[in-house]
């Protein structure tokens, strides 16, 4: 299934997760397999996170791109509209194309 995702992108080009194992560099055309990380300061969600479509009022744009990506193995999961609405969390993504 397509969905959209926001990414960091940093500097020399490569893109990474916006906030839980950003060190990890991600690829287009390669599946990821979800990994659980606890990390400080924020509420422990495995699963990669998603959503229907690429916008999120309650995330910054800087710095930062929006990508199709395909999701596999999901959940949906209903959130308040201030925090993006419908959430995907899925098992597994790959990274398709920038959102132009």
């Given at each position: 299934?397509?969905?959209?995702?926001?990414?960091?992108?940093?500097?020399?080009?490569?893109?990474?997760?916006?906030?839980?194992?950003?060190r990890?560099?991600?690829?287009?055309?390669?599946?990821?397999?979800?990994?659980?990380?606890?990390?400080?300061?924020?509420?422990?969600?495995?699963?990669?996170?998603?959503?229907?479509q690429?916008?999120?009022?309650?995330?910054?744009?800087?710095?930062?791109?929006?990508?199709?990506?395909?999701i596999?193995e999901?959940q949906v999961?209903?959130?308040p509209?201030?925090?993006?609405?419908?959430?995907?969390?899925?098992?597994?993504?790959?990274?398709?194309?920038?959102?132009?």
């Amino acid at each position: 299934m397509k969905a959209y995702k926001l990414f960091r992108q940093r500097k020399n080009g490569t893109l990474g997760s916006l906030f839980i194992n950003k060190r990890q560099i991600l690829e287009n055309n390669t599946w990821y397999q979800a990994e659980a990380h606890e990390t400080k300061g924020y509420k422990f969600r495995p699963y990669w996170h998603s959503l229907p479509q690429p916008k999120a009022s309650h995330l910054s744009e800087k710095n930062r791109v929006w990508y199709e990506i395909e999701i596999d193995e999901y959940q949906v999961i209903e959130r308040p509209e201030s925090q993006g609405g419908t959430w995907y969390l899925s098992e597994r993504v790959k990274i398709l194309r920038p959102v132009k």
